[in-house]
């Protein structure tokens, strides 16, 4: 029920608005021999037009699985269980197969992760895009497929020849970049990319990212940015989305997230970030601690929680606005 | 001055070129020379893109790949000339730590088979007691309790275990140089730090030195006391790392730190950059400096002559760099690190 609050309250301060992509209380469970583990546990955010949202968080916290559910690409043993995915006003979570087809790769593109490895090695680059926008959009003039599909990979910046290459003839970086070349080509509103810049090397993640950038800007195109790379997260998102074991415990802009993390868990994650600017001394954390088919009453985060109090072992705490966008979950600032 | 615990002298290594690839050769490592001291133990770092060489270095520290030229000295002793008992020894000195915590284990097998194999292997005890405390204690130093996780298969502990693991079952031999090549890039990132400690700790507490290589600088800079920073196969700067990291002289490093995201949204990349087309990054450059097709501060004799190591400070910090031939106080380092090691 507070997560329904929760979800209201952010939709009300989107500036009036609709946002691209409402994502209400979703709810996606692994059923394993000994119980459903609780990946998602009513994660509640919205995304305007233009934005960039990070969805970070540890290995295990579910970031995603919120991302497949929110593209129906959860795969069995997991499922939804519960929640709405509004996307441009359409409850993707209750759309059937036929209506699938139209939302996937139109309204909606994954670039996933180790992108680069899910092209088709025996297929060149020309025909792989091809392919993507046939199969969505029906046949076209040859003509005009051949220029729109240089249109793109300019728009990546990848010279026109790459087209009639080979993905083994690519370096890891333009593979990455024909990848982003096919999660445009249609023009979706929104795009999610995991972690699109891992396996690159650091000049060459530069490049990506850039043109990440640069697409975000021509094509005013929506993004969830999932990654646990905090410095590519401040030079690339709006706002970051903070996930704990299935719970989101803190929505801000990005400033805040670096500048006043709120919550306890984001104050660690900030900390333990190594930088070239300064030398600090390496904080070492454990990783998950409880069973997510078993979590305990009250606050997901309570086991790890440095500054846990009698409150949190007994009730949930609900994401609360802070300050201005600035939502977060601990009984502390109540 | 005691004789160095690993000395690589002008180590080349060229793949290809062979009659039947058609000539087609990469220089993966060229002219490449090191130094690790014995005591006290160390972190040195091998840092660079992919392509740089690192990985090679790797492999023909540990004896899977063999040079072209050059040699390489493990106390004093040409590692390509050992018998079979020196090289018995070799192994149990230098040991090594992987990228990928997944691809290391059988999966057919509990993971205390990777213990089981080592004592076995190197008769590193008398009975199953004696081995039982020995893994026992390896597992101490990196944090792991037996009863958590030797009965467990692979699949069923996170990476940061797996990783942990791999480190106590080299820790197991006592070596005196642990090989790590990028030991924390498949491990969660919270993680990290917690493999990143128990490096600082067997380098502090019991004595094993390290070569670090990876891409990350971050934390290159948070532990190693020296770094290499190669390009396509040889050495663009060198010294004491957060000299290195911090005052970049060579243009492809100054490159390489301006491209870290900075994890602070005020500081973003201030000028957008581009990279050259695949052929002019994968040309093996026959004459000239490597960086040439990229470098924004190119110069004429720069296509057609290597510049040789130049130091910056005089002290611990060099460039391959004709920008700093003349530095005040700078001296053209010899290739052989011979004469380094006799001046301290």
């Not at chain 2, 089981?116 to 004696?130: P, T, Y």
């Not at chain 2, 009965?151 to 197991?172: D, N, T």
């Not at chain 2, 006592?174 to 700790?201: F, G, N, Q, T």
Request: hydrophobic share 40%; charged share 20%.
């Amino acid at each position: 029920m507070t997560d329904q609050l929760a979800a209201t309250a952010t939709t009300l301060s989107t500036n009036g608005q609709t946002p691209v992509l409402e994502v209400k209380n979703l709810r996606v469970h692994y059923a394993t021999p000994l119980g459903d583990v609780i990946a998602v546990n009513g994660v509640s955010f919205n995304l305007k037009k233009g934005e960039t949202l990070g969805l970070v968080g540890e290995s295990g916290c579910g970031k995603t699985t919120t991302a497949m559910g929110i593209l129906r690409l959860v795969q069995p043993p997991g499922r939804i269980v519960g929640g709405q995915v509004l996307l441009n006003g359409v409850d993707v979570v209750a759309l059937k197969d036929a209506e699938l087809r139209d939302l996937r790769w139109r309204q909606a593109a994954l670039i996933p992760q180790g992108a680069m490895n899910s092209l088709n090695p025996v297929m060149k680059i020309y025909d792989q895009i091809a392919d993507g926008i046939t199969t969505h959009e029906g046949r076209q003039p040859r003509r005009v497929l051949r220029e729109r599909i240089l249109g793109l990979l300019n728009m990546v910046g990848l010279p026109g020849r790459t087209a009639d290459l080979f993905p083994h003839e690519l370096s890891g970086g333009m593979k990455q970049r024909v990848c982003i070349a096919m999660a445009i080509a249609l023009n979706p509103p929104l795009i999610v990319a995991d972690e699109p810049t891992s396996a690159l090397d650091v000049v060459v993640q530069r490049v990506v990212a850039q043109t990440l950038l640069d697409v975000k800007a021509k094509l005013g195109v929506s993004m969830i940015l999932i990654g646990h790379d905090m410095g590519l997260q401040a030079q690339l998102v709006d706002r970051i989305a903070v996930m704990y074991a299935g719970n989101i415990v803190e929505i801000a802009p990005v400033k805040n997230i670096f500048e006043e993390p709120m919550h306890p868990y984001t104050q660690l994650l900030i900390a333990s970030i190594p930088s070239i600017k300064e030398k600090k001394p390496l904080r070492v954390t454990e990783g998950l601690t409880h069973d997510l088919r078993n979590p305990p009453p009250g606050c997901i985060f309570q086991f790890r929680c440095p500054k846990v109090m009698e409150d949190c072992l007994h009730y949930v705490p609900p994401l609360r606005e802070l300050k201005p966008e600035h939502f977060v979950a601990c009984h502390l600032y109540e | 001055m005691s004789q160095p615990l690993l000395e690589i002298r002008n180590a080349t290594k060229i793949y290809g070129g062979g009659f039947l690839q058609g000539g087609s050769k990469v220089v993966a490592l060229e002219n490449f020379s090191l130094t690790i001291p014995e005591k006290p133990a160390t972190i040195t770092t091998i840092a660079g893109e992919s392509g740089s060489g690192k990985t090679t270095l790797a492999n023909v520290v540990l004896g899977f790949v063999t040079l072209t030229s050059g040699q390489i000295l493990f106390r004093g002793n040409d590692v390509s000339t050992l018998n079979r008992q020196q090289q018995m020894e070799y192994r149990r000195q230098v040991q090594a730590v992987f990228q990928d915590p997944y691809e290391v284990y059988n999966p057919f097998y509990r993971v205390r088979h990777i213990f089981d194999m080592v004592i076995g292997r190197f008769k590193l005890a008398r009975n199953r007691e004696e081995a039982r405390d020995l893994i026992e204690s390896a597992l101490k130093v990196v944090g792991l309790r037996g009863e958590e996780v030797l009965e467990k298969y692979p699949h069923q502990l996170s990476g940061g275990q797996r990783q942990r693991m791999m480190v106590a079952r080299a820790y197991l031999l006592k070596p005196s140089l642990i090989v790590a090549d990028e030991p924390v890039s498949m491990v969660d990132a919270s993680l990290r730090a917690m493999i990143l400690d128990i490096m600082l700790r067997l380098r502090d507490e019991h004595n094993i030195s390290f070569l670090y290589i990876t891409h990350d600088l971050s934390t290159a800079y948070q532990i190693g006391n020296q770094i290499y920073i190669l390009y396509q196969g040889a050495v663009a700067e060198r010294g004491e790392t957060s000299k290195v990291i911090e005052h970049p002289k060579h243009p492809y490093v100054q490159l390489l730190i301006d491209s870290i995201p900075v994890p602070d949204p005020r500081e973003k990349w201030d000028t957008s950059i581009s990279l050259p087309s695949e052929e002019e990054m994968r040309t093996s450059v026959n004459s000239g400096c490597r960086f040439y097709p990229r470098c924004p501060r190119r110069m004429g004799r720069c296509l057609y002559a290597q510049p040789a190591l130049y130091s910056i400070d005089g002290v611990d910090h060099e460039a391959a760099c004709f920008l700093y031939e003349s530095t005040p106080g700078s001296q053209r380092i010899a290739e052989s690190e011979t004469s380094s090691v006799t001046q301290k």
